[in-house]
T-cell receptor
Framework: DGGITQSPKYLFRKEGQNVTLSCEQN?????MYWYRQDPGQGLRLIYY???????QKGDIAEGYSVSREKKESFPLTVTSAQKNPTAFYLC???????????FGPGTRLLVL | AQSVTQLGSHVSVSEGALVLLRCNYS??????LFWYVQYPNQGLQLLLK????ATLVKGINGFEAEFKKSETSFHLTKPSAHMSDAAEYCC???????????WGAGTKLIIKP
């Protein structure tokens, strides 16, 4: 059964701590994306990757980092430099950058 | 820069009534257009999309949308609302020369019994 999985569903971060959100897909998609969703705002692009070992900054990359060592995986690290990390984080993938994006179930990050 | 406007952060309709969710975009060149639905604490699911061809697009769950170039609009409709339609609906556009999706702020659809 193909799809996109994100874990954990909820994540708590302490001050000064880095946390990593997992995103895995078995759709054989080349492109993957990370978005941030805040109440009353549209989704905002954090990072995207067109192919393995390559990724590009989106509109709000500051305080975040990613890696793309495998086609199936695109983890997002929220660093201590991100001063307002509380949000709902969505991972997506597509066959190519111009193709329809499919989304995972999301991870909600909360700050303790 | 491209922008997307969804009129009304909340729309309330009675069960069985017409659903109309509005989406306008700013591009002078017809973009690709998308509607996604999001249930609470879940990811987004594609409802329908317009790329080329027929301007009336049919999607899942009885929804449809019409691309109107002259009005730069892509409004979402459903003839008869069902309680299960209660969700957040997000409109997005993609420039034909650019990968990036630009998203509206979303409209929460509330269904009254």
């Amino acid at each position: 059964d193909g799809g996109i999985t994100q874990s954990p569903k909820y994540l708590f971060r302490k001050e000064g701590q880095n946390v990593t959100l997992s995103c895995e897909q078995n759709l054989n998609h080349d492109a993957m994306y990370w978005y941030r969703q805040d109440p009353g705002q549209g989704l905002r692009l954090i990072y995207y990757s067109q192919i393995v070992n390559d990724f590009q900054k989106g509109d709000i990359a500051e305080g975040y980092s990613v890696s793309r060592e495998k086609k199936e995986s695109f983890p997002l690290t929220v660093t201590s430099a991100q001063k307002n990390p509380t949000a709902f984080y969505l991972c997506a993938s597509s066959m190519g950058l111009q193709e329809t994006q499919y989304f995972g179930p999301g991870t909600r990050l909360l700050v303790l | 820069a491209q922008s997307v406007t969804q009129l009304g952060s909340h729309v309330s309709v009675s069960e069985g009534a017409l659903v109309l969710l509005r989406c306008n975009y700013s591009s002078s060149v017809p973009p690709y257009l998308f509607w996604y639905v999001q249930y609470p604490n879940q990811g987004l699911q594609l409802l329908l999309k317009y790329t080329t061809g027929a301007t009336l697009v049919k999607g899942i769950n009885g929804f449809e949308a019409e691309f109107k170039k002259s009005e730069t609009s892509f409004h979402l409709t459903k003839p008869s609302a069902h309680m299960s339609d209660a969700a957040e609906y997000c409109c997005a556009v993609s420039d034909r020369s650019n990968y990036q999706l630009i998203w509206g702020a979303g409209t929460k659809l509330i269904i009254k019994p």
